[in-house]
Nanobody, 117 residues
Framework: QVQLVESGGGLVQAGGSLRLSCATS??????????MGWYRQLPGKQRELVAA???????NYAASVTGRFTISRDSTRNTVYLQMNSLKPEDTAVYYC?????????WGQGTQVTVSS
């Protein structure tokens, strides 16, 4: 049973930085997600893509975080990171890790990021 475990969320002042990590556990040696990424969700709103990275190194960022956030991935360990700089109050949300395979989409439990003004 594949599990994604996020860490690194918390409370930070506007302009500060946080680094989120997502580790994979319970996966078989053959587990090789095509894409790993980060989504975020505000109460009452749809979950939205923040950043994703494919096995080939291609990345995709939401326009609102481009230039401030950087996604990186260790494909050998199926681990993904999100470095968040110049944080803004509007970045406040629950952040979820995601891993996509041809057959399944896996989600972590989420980690809260709160940016105070």
């Amino acid at each position: 049973q594949v599990q994604l475990v996020e860490s690194g969320g918390g409370l930070v002042q506007a302009g500060g930085s946080l680094r989120l990590s997502c580790a994979t556990s319970g996966s078989a040696l053959s587990f090789a997600p095509m894409t790993m990424g980060w989504y975020r969700q505000l109460p009452g709103k749809q979950r939205e893509l923040v950043a994703a990275r494919g096995r080939d190194g291609n990345t995709n960022y939401a326009a609102s975080v481009t230039g401030r956030f950087t996604i990186s991935r260790d494909s050998t360990r199926n681990t993904v990171y999100l470095q968040m700089n110049s944080l803004k109050p509007e970045d406040t949300a629950v952040y979820y890790c995601n891993a996509q395979t041809p057959r399944n989409s896996y989600w972590g439990q989420g980690t809260q990021v709160t940016v105070s003004s």
